[in-house]
């Protein structure tokens, strides 16, 4: 009985990855810089990625190491551009300058470190910068919770103020709106669902939906403080007596800062199974980020979602642009 059940479980656990997936198909192919894919998950991803009609790749890294790896893993990169740069930094850089120039939709992290991809983007003068602050979202695919859950920010911004948490709030309702998945109903979490000033973050959850009501926040539902129980358990939310139409039904879950949101997804991933697709939002193009861990689901389902994102924003430029 216990293998079925697993059988079952297992059937329908990335049925929300497989949707968003299947889609981004029906969009064009979006063509995507890949910064220093230099190890055997980086580049199968992006290859794989293509493969499935998601993206049209630009490999940029050192030839000789991207060569290297393609032909000892058996990675058919023939029909790709590759670009030359002799190091991370430089692949960095140089993947930055293709996006500058209009000639890539998307910019998907390879195998260098996160910080130096984020270097190169956040540069003042030749980085990627817009008017809004760049955060992340986790996009979870979690098993026997029926919706998809976004985290936010649990990788870029360590402890951000209450004017950055409003980007990073309005960054996480774009990216839900545009990937066509409606209105989404936001948890602003702390430890408690009360306002107390001994614990700061509850004040800026007050602050924040405040701010929602008076339009500088806009296109979300939003309620804070939450505890986590009763942001995404209508069961917890009824026990403590909390009405509302996020309490118990939260679809994007903010964080109070960059710790509690990297251990809150680490503990989905490593002890609910969870799946952990990774965007990084706020730049002028969207950002795959994805980690060496990733399953190929995971990675897809990034690339996906990233796809989603910038064919919204072209289709809104163009109705600007009209």
Do not use: W
């Not at 029906?26 to 293509?50: F, I, N, W, Y």
């Amino acid at each position: 009985m216990r293998d079925m059940d697993n059988t079952e479980k297992e059937t329908g656990r990335h049925q929300k990855y497989e949707q968003l997936i299947a889609k981004a198909k029906q969009a064009p192919k979006m063509r995507t810089v890949v910064a220093h894919p230099c190890d055997e998950a980086s580049l199968r991803g992006a290859v794989e990625a293509a493969e499935v009609g998601l993206m049209d790749p630009i490999l940029v890294g050192p030839g000789y190491k991207v060569r290297s790896v393609a032909k000892s893993h058996e990675i058919d990169i023939s029909g790709f551009e590759l670009v030359e740069a002799p190091h991370s930094d430089a692949a960095a850089a140089k993947a930055v300058d293709i996006v500058r120039q209009g000639a890539a939709d998307l910019l998907m992290k390879g195998s260098l470190h996160t910080d130096e991809l984020m270097r190169a983007v956040t540069s003042s003068t030749t980085g990627l910068r817009t008017a809004r602050r760049i955060s992340h979202v986790f996009v979870m695919d979690v098993p026997n919770h029926s919706e998809t859950l976004f985290i936010t920010d649990a990788a870029i911004n360590i402890a951000p103020d209450l004017d950055a948490k409003r980007d990073i709030v309005q960054n996480a309702i774009d990216l839900f709106t545009n990937i066509g998945l409606g209105t989404p109903r936001v948890a602003i979490l702390s430890a408690v669902e009360t306002v107390t000033s001994k614990i700061p973050s509850t004040i800026e959850a007050a602050a924040l939906c405040k701010m929602a009501e008076r339009g500088q926040i806009t296109g979300g539902v939003l309620d804070g403080p939450l505890a986590f129980d009763n942001a995404i358990d209508p069961e917890a939310a009824r026990i403590k007596g909390i009405h509302s139409p996020v309490a118990g039904h939260a679809q994007i879950l903010v964080v109070p800062n960059l710790e509690s949101g990297n251990m809150l997804a680490k503990n989905l991933t490593f002890l609910a199974r969870a799946d952990a697709a990774g965007i990084v939002l706020g730049a002028r193009v969207p950002i795959i980020l994805t980690s060496r861990a990733d399953s190929v689901r995971t990675r897809l389902a990034s690339c996906a979602v990233s796809v989603l994102l910038a064919e919204a924003q072209r289709r809104t430029s163009a109705i600007q642009g009209g």
